[in-house]
């Protein structure tokens, strides 16, 4: 999991730290991970469809897409930033990659038809410009990243409207088919990509010298700045990574879900964010990893999956995840507060 | 006015422990009403933890604390304020984006019987708040923009006269000059007068033997003495504060100290015209290898801008920096480490991560040149292990917790981290601000060690003992110019203070 869960589980020599310390040190870890038990155990008592192989199939299906988004927003999280446009993004770079693919004559989208490999550069090129732009932004004019990826928000969404017009798009390249809707010894390949770009992450962030400089600036920039580390430089890259990662996500998703169209992706900006903080990623930067993004990514798939399994008012479940999600925040904020105790 | 010999507040047998590290062992401490007491102590030894305690801000504590003879126990600082107790800490909270005045008035601003802010009131009261401690600025001012003595004079007047009738003032003196320092405490005898008890703890023995009625001496966490300050001796307070004789520690520089003369050893660092608004005004300096240069100056001439300037945090409107001849072009802190350049700046919050272990703290600057790609963490707790050894930094473990380290050994961590792989220029911000003797003295056995290694060493400071103590060679900065060099001469405390 994340560097402090090694550090629990493989205790260096620290003098005579009680039970009681180390749990409150991995409050921000323990919590989430409890969430999901109760919340599985629950959703296995109450239906009996829940607890099956093919329903956790389903699960990890469904969060793939938030989980590709998920990944790149830890980055973006850890540094004490956020991006607000990356369900834009991810829908700017899937309608791309859909307007340089030859569409059936049906279609009435005036696109400009390429090769597949080269519609999937293209699209990549245009969700890492974007990420430029927000970089750009936020280090080099000092907009606050909020607001500059707020701006962003619009902008790409703007950029879906002119391309489709309105209109729905349906053919990808046919890698992209296969990686967003295809399988591989009965395992979906979209579920094998978002695993794969969670595990490059977190090998990045634990393990290179780059994630951790993204752990630095996040607990102290002024400290980071003046130990010589390019803050700008590891803000940059952190919002670049994001908006690439929205753009996988976004050109897999409209793999996934057979069509490219306006306003696709509106949901998993406010799922990908939840992901990253129900895990117990800190908003403050820093603290967390994908470890939790991942638990936070199960959290919300089990509440989301189990939430349908269950005779429940369909309106109830959009003020249910509310609840859960401001129950995380709580959390959140006080294992900070916690471990800032600890370390005082 | 109370009955001087009445106990206004009294700790009995207080013990307090930061996990596992026993920061205060059975202490017993009373203070009696309108008196000034003097804490001193070697950092680490418990002086800013007891009293953290009577202000509220640690609440898990064993012992008995009584105030007025009444038992209380403080869950919070805002319950200790209630109970009239106030307390300037060691690091400066403000808030900087906010006015003079609202910083003032933080928490206590003026309104009118709707709930409107007084903004008009509120700045005059200010303006004759901080006018009492001779403090002249535009109370409409950004906090954040004035120089940080002012900034500290500010944040004190607000807990002076803020009506506490306890007031905790931890080292208060450290970022002010002279004249500051002696109006502080006609303010705080005024206090006293007025029947206030203050509580202050310096690391200027000189300046508790100045102000106080009555001293009180820790040690590793326990209380070692409380004495009448009129029958104390400087000497003897050290003497109990160390607990060893430490007759060349009495140093004070009064006496008259021999410069080094000019070395023929190549510039490492070149910086010529650097203006920067109001705070530089063409200045000009050189380092050669081997040498110390002090800059020396009154807080807020210049001093910490320019250091800022030199390391590449701030660009400067005009004027070059050449680092082992190669000319730096903007590229900020990052490309002036690659040109071989290391910062220690002045304050502890802005340089180290306190929520990571020590060896965390220690790699960041030279994981450039343990990795490429991945990290090698072995390799970083070894060498942080080496630094720990040298640097005598305890606990010597390199996973412990930052936080959890004393004041003097979180400086220490945080000059580590630009030793393993000496730099070419070293840029020491008010290196031994807030540090008792012994930690003073290692800073300076350190920086003589790496001047012998070659290092161009630049030590920026208004404290003309920390200037004295180890530079080769000296310049005193005014109002953002170089008004003097001292260089091959004799100089003292004396003469620096008249130069600035």
Known sequence: ?344 | MPDPNTPLLELIGVSKSFGGVQALRDVDFTLRAGEIHGLVGENGAGKSTMMKIIAGVHADYAGRFLLDGRAVHFRSARDAHTAGIAMVHQELSVAPDLSVAENVFLGTQLTNRLGIVQWRRMAEEARAQLARLGVDVDPRQQMGALPIGVQQLIEISRVLFSGARIIILDEPTSALSPPEIARLFTALRGLRASGASIVFISHFIDDILNVSDTVTVFRNGQKIMTAPAATSTKNGLIQSMIGRGHAELEDTYTSDIRLAPPIDRPVMLEAANLRLGRSLRDVSLAVRAGEVLGIYGFMGCGQAELARVLFGKTKPERGTIRVDGRRLRGGGTASARRAGMAFVPDSRRSMLFHQEPVYKNTSISILGRLSRLFLKPAQERALAARQIEALRIRPPRVDALLGGLSGGNQQKVGLAKWLTYPPKVLVLCEPTRGMDVGAKDEVVKIVRGLKEKGLAIIIVSSEPETVLSMADRIVVLRKGELVREFCDENVSKDRLLEAA
């Open chain 1, 1 to 344: 999991m994340t560097d402090d869960a090694k550090g629990a589980s493989v205790p260096p020599p620290r003098a005579r730290q009680g039970l009681a310390a180390i749990l409150r040190n991995q409050m921000r870890n323990i919590a989430p991970f409890l969430t999901l038990i109760v919340l599985t155990a629950f959703f296995a008592i109450v239906s009996p469809s829940f607890a099956t192989w093919g329903n956790f199939g389903n699960i990890l299906t469904q969060v793939s897409v938030t989980g590709i988004i998920a990944a790149g927003l830890t980055f973006v999280i850890l540094c004490a930033e956020i991006d607000l446009s990356v369900a834009s993004i991810a829908n700017a770079t899937g309608i791309a990659v859909a307007y340089f693919t030859l569409q059936d004559s049906y279609v009435n989208i005036a696109n400009v038809p390429v090769p597949g490999w080269l519609a999937i550069i293209f699209a990549l090129i245009a969700c890492s410009l974007l990420g430029a732009v927000n970089a750009a932004g936020l280090v080099m004019i000092g907009i606050p990243s909020f607001i500059m990826t707020l701006a962003m928000m619009q902008i790409a969404a703007g950029i879906s409207a002119l391309l489709v017009r309105g209109q729905i798009a349906y053919k990808v390249p046919s890698l992209i088919t296969f990686l967003g809707s295809g399988s591989v010894a009965g395992i979906p390949c979209i579920v094998l990509v978002a695993a794969f770009i969670l595990l490059l992450s977190h090998v990045v962030l634990t393990y290179t010298r780059f994630g951790r400089y993204v752990y630095l600036v996040g607990s102290n920039r002024e400290a980071a700045e003046n130990a010589g580390l390019n803050v700008k430089l590891i803000l940059g890259a952190v919002m670049v990574i994001s908006a690439m990662c929205a753009g996988i996500a976004g050109m897999l998703g409209v793999a996934h879900f057979g069509s490219a169209q306006q306003n696709e992706f509106d949901t998993y900006l406010l799922d990908s964010i939840a992901a990253v903080v129900v895990g117990g990623t800190s908003l403050f930067g820093g603290r967390g990893g994908i470890g939790n993004t991942v638990v936070g990514l199960f959290v919300l798939g089990v509440l989301n999956n189990g939430l349908d399994h269950v005779n429940i008012d369909s309106f109830l479940k959009i003020l249910i995840r509310g609840l859960i999600l401001l129950i995380a925040l709580i959390i959140n904020v006080y294992a900070q507060r916690l471990r800032e105790a600890a370390a005082d």
